[in-house]
């Protein structure tokens, strides 16, 4: 059964993806000229929320957004936002890479009650309703049931060149190469966090986030069973910008490497 409000975010994320899609294409040939694909494909994003604002304000007019590229729109409903991002991964998308996705979230007075994360290039769409579990493909999701850290396959983000915490981020790999089996830096917190509620990985953590990043993937986790919050303990990721993810059994292991990266000596 699909709800009304979920049929009207899951045909915004396919028309989006019409347009991402096709400049995908195009990305890959721009790659060998010297300044790269940069300012089309900020363009390209611009192109795609653009959309996604366009389709979901015309179903849901009063329903505030809040999205990466344009300013916030309040809306006259002051329970309801979407919060929304046209390409999670833009870094890959401009490398022609294929881990990116569109998404999209529902806010209802501050809880996140419904969220769709699409990659256009697997065509798998992931969503989720609060009480209704979460889907890929509309086959049921669950978190991944391995209750030992070293045998788990975990992932994070790195942050670019110019971007801050290098050397913590270090730190924790140092950690977690360590005390897990693997770690993986894919470039895109959306799909990684529909990763983790799929159990395709056993967990993550990503510090220095957007709200845009994360909304749907908190949703995603929870419904398929898994625990999400801030990398403090905060029970809002959204609020701390940062988030922590997995099973009930490796949630803590996962947190003590955490503490113990933190204990490291800056390298
Ligand atoms: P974005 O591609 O929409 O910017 C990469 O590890 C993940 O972190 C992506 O989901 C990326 O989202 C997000 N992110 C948020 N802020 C970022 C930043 N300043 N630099 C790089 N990635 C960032
Ligand atoms: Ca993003």
Redesign the pocket.
Known sequence: MTTPIMTLMIAAVRKAARGVQRDFGEVSSLQISVKGPGDFVTNADKKAEKTLREELLKARPAYGILG?EEAEHKGTDPDHRFII?P???????MHALPY?AITIALERKGEIVAGVTYNPITDELFHAEKGSGAFVNNKRMRVAGRRELVDSLVAT????RG?KDHAERRAEMMIMQLRTAGIR?M????L?MCYVACGRLDGAW?A???P??MAAGVLMIREAGGFVHGLNGEANPLLSNNYIASNADLLPQMKAALAEAKKLPAA
């Open positions: 990466e991002d390409i999670d991964g833009t870094f890959n998308y990116f983000g790195l942050p670019n971007n830096a470039g895109s917190t959306a990684d990503h220095n986030l957007n845009w990043d």
